[in-house]
């Protein structure tokens, strides 16, 4: 299995923006997912993207369709979540991982929306 390693992440006045950045030491063609699990809540796919290419197919959840955006290089095994008007109820600690996932879970990156 390969190994996950995000960032990104940081303390962002609501209205803010981040990208957050996945790396991982393998190839892959799997369909690559942001998950993000807030304090006391389970774990949530916010949004993947397909392996077909590096434009490929995405989905979101409805909670930040709109305001996220996905997008992967397969080139250098990545994937990336830009997130824009951040809410504070996007605060939770963000996970890259197979969708569905495969890879051990890696430490994830924080994102704290506050003002």
């Known amino acids: 299995q390969g190994q996950l390693v995000e960032s990104g992440g940081g303390l962002v006045q609501p209205g803010g923006s981040l990208k957050l950045t996945c790396a991982w030491s393998?190839?892959?063609?799997?369909?690559m997912g942001w998950y993000r699990q807030a304090p006391g809540k389970q774990r949530e796919l916010v949004a993947f993207?397909?392996?077909?290419?590096?434009?490929?197919?995405?989905n979101y959840a409805d909670s930040v369709k709109g305001r996220f955006t996905i997008s992967r290089d397969n080139d250098k095994n990545a994937v990336y979540l830009q997130m824009n008007s951040l809410q504070p109820n996007d605060t939770a600690v963000y996970y890259c991982?197979?969708?569905?996932?495969?890879?051990?879970w890696g430490q994830g990156t924080q994102v704290t929306v506050s003002s």
């Open positions: 393998r190839n892959t063609f799997r369909a």
């Open positions: 993207i397909s392996s077909l290419s590096s434009s490929g197919a995405t």
């Open positions: 991982n197979a969708r569905p996932p495969f890879f051990t």
